[in-house]
């Protein structure tokens, strides 16, 4: 594979500006052989992002979010994704952004945060890049009902899952969102609801 500063950006074109930004790039990619090709991408870049999966050790349960997704809905699935909290970065750094989120979306304010790990979810297209935690809390982390922002045009539920049926609901295709799926994965890798004294 080449190295980092091997591949040059030949043209670059933005093709639409909104919410996010789309460009089209040439890039000249050297090859194995020696030789070099021109290749077109067009990346989408809204920013990057935080994500939390909020776990109760002491239940055993996690507090997951229900929302509507246009994309999975556009693809002909169900756009009511179940998912971990997350939002964009904007001005904030990845903790702050995955604390707020929380507190937005299910009103819970975790007594601990974990650093897990970051993850591309669509590296082909997409520049994000997600800022994965995990956040501890007991009902005491309590501040609100959640829900979201309205003025945002959010409607979140609130879902609470024990530890098995989340995986379950994995097995079953009811989390598909990919950052969720990585998330209660790394729980059960690093057994952080299978003894409530880890963590």
Same mark, same amino acid.
């Given at each position: 594979?080449?190295?980092?500063?091997?591949?040059?950006?030949?043209?670059?074109?933005?093709?639409?500006?909104?919410?996010?930004?789309?460009?089209?790039?040439?890039?000249?990619?050297?090859?194995?052989?020696?030789?070099?090709?021109?290749?077109?991408?067009?990346?989408?870049?809204?920013?990057s992002a935080?994500?939390?999966?909020?776990?109760?050790?002491?239940?055993?349960?996690?507090t997951l979010?229900?929302?509507?997704?246009?994309?999975?809905?556009?693809?002909? $699935?169900? #756009?009511?994704?179940?998912?971990?909290?997350? &939002? /964009?970065? +904007?001005?904030?750094?990845?903790? %702050?952004?995955?604390?707020?989120?929380?507190?937005?979306?299910?009103?819970?304010v975790p007594?601990?945060?974990?650093?897990?790990?970051?993850?591309?979810?669509?590296?082909?297209?997409?520049?994000?890049?997600?800022?994965?935690?995990?956040?501890?809390? $007991?009902? #005491?982390?309590?501040?609100?009902?959640?829900? &979201? /922002?309205? +003025?945002?045009?959010?409607?979140? %539920?609130?879902?609470?899952?024990?530890?098995?049926?989340?995986?379950?609901?994995?097995?079953?295709?009811?989390?598909?969102?990919?950052?969720?799926?990585?998330?209660?994965?790394?729980?059960?890798?690093?057994?952080?609801?299978?003894?409530?004294?880890?963590?």
């Amino acid at each position: 594979m080449p190295a980092h500063n091997a591949i040059t950006i030949t043209a670059k074109k933005i093709l639409a500006r909104a919410w996010g930004s789309l460009t089209e790039y040439v890039l000249a990619y050297p090859r194995r052989d020696g030789t070099s090709v021109s290749l077109t991408r067009e990346v989408y870049d809204h920013g990057s992002a935080a994500a939390i999966l909020l776990l109760d050790t002491d239940r055993r349960v996690m507090t997951l979010v229900r929302q509507f997704r246009l994309p999975p809905h556009l693809n002909g $699935d169900d #756009g009511n994704l179940i998912e971990v909290c997350a &939002g /964009l970065l +904007e001005r904030d750094d990845p903790e %702050t952004c995955a604390k707020k989120e929380a507190l937005e979306e299910t009103g819970i304010v975790p007594s601990r945060l974990q650093f897990a790990f970051q993850i591309y979810a669509s590296p082909g297209s997409l520049s994000e890049k997600i800022h994965c935690f995990v956040g501890f809390y $007991d009902e #005491g982390c309590r501040r609100g009902p959640g829900g &979201g /922002l309205a +003025e945002e045009g959010e409607e979140i %539920t609130l879902v609470e899952a024990g530890f098995d049926q989340a995986l379950a609901m994995i097995d079953q295709g009811q989390i598909i969102d990919a950052k969720s799926v990585a998330l209660i994965q790394y729980a059960a890798i690093n057994g952080l609801l299978a003894d409530p004294r880890r963590g």
